[in-house]
């Protein structure tokens, strides 16, 4: 079983800064990737940013450079450095991870955008 717990979210004006932590623990913590994913209020989760497990990241275009997934997996900890935040980049922030046997994801945590 494998526990992923997010932190790092909170109140942020627009164009500001933001760093997400997502610690994993448990047993076996070997994946194919892991990833964050955002959830906007009242709509479906999207995905924003992949990483393997040799450390090859992917984004979706949408995204725009803004932001830039990495590891460090001596402390089983994957982050997810946000820059130039706008307000549509408000909601829950989930950590996932795509394990060979199962999958996981985290409780998220909150991040609102203000003008």
Same mark, same amino acid.
């Given at each position: 079983?494998?526990?992923?717990?997010?932190?790092?979210?909170? +109140?942020?004006?627009?164009?500001?800064?933001?760093?997400? *932590?997502?610690?994993?623990?448990?047993?076996? +913590?070997? *994946?194919? *990737?892991?990833?964050?994913?955002?959830?906007?209020?009242? =709509?479906?989760?999207? +995905? $924003?940013? !992949? $990483? !393997?497990?040799?450390?090859?990241?992917?984004?979706?275009?949408?995204?725009?450079? =803004? *932001?830039? $997934?990495?590891?460090?997996?001596?402390?089983?900890?994957?982050?997810?450095?946000?820059?130039?935040?706008?307000?549509?980049?408000?909601?829950?922030?989930?950590?996932?991870?795509?394990?060979?046997?199962?999958?996981?994801?985290? =409780?998220?945590?909150? $991040? !609102?955008?203000?003008?």
């Amino acid at each position: 079983q494998v526990e992923l717990v997010e932190s790092g979210g909170g +109140l942020v004006q627009a164009g500001g800064s933001l760093r997400l *932590f997502c610690v994993a623990s448990g047993n076996a +913590l070997r *994946f194919k *990737f892991m990833g964050w994913y955002h959830q906007p209020p009242g =709509r479906q989760r999207e +995905l $924003i940013a !992949t $990483i !393997t497990e040799s450390g090859y990241t992917n984004y979706p275009d949408w995204t725009k450079g =803004r *932001f830039t $997934i990495s590891m460090n997996s001596a402390k089983n900890t994957m982050y997810l450095q946000m820059n130039n935040l706008e307000e549509d980049d408000t909601g829950t922030y989930y950590c996932y991870m795509g394990g060979w046997s199962a999958d996981y994801w985290g =409780r998220g945590t909150q $991040i !609102t955008v203000s003008s």
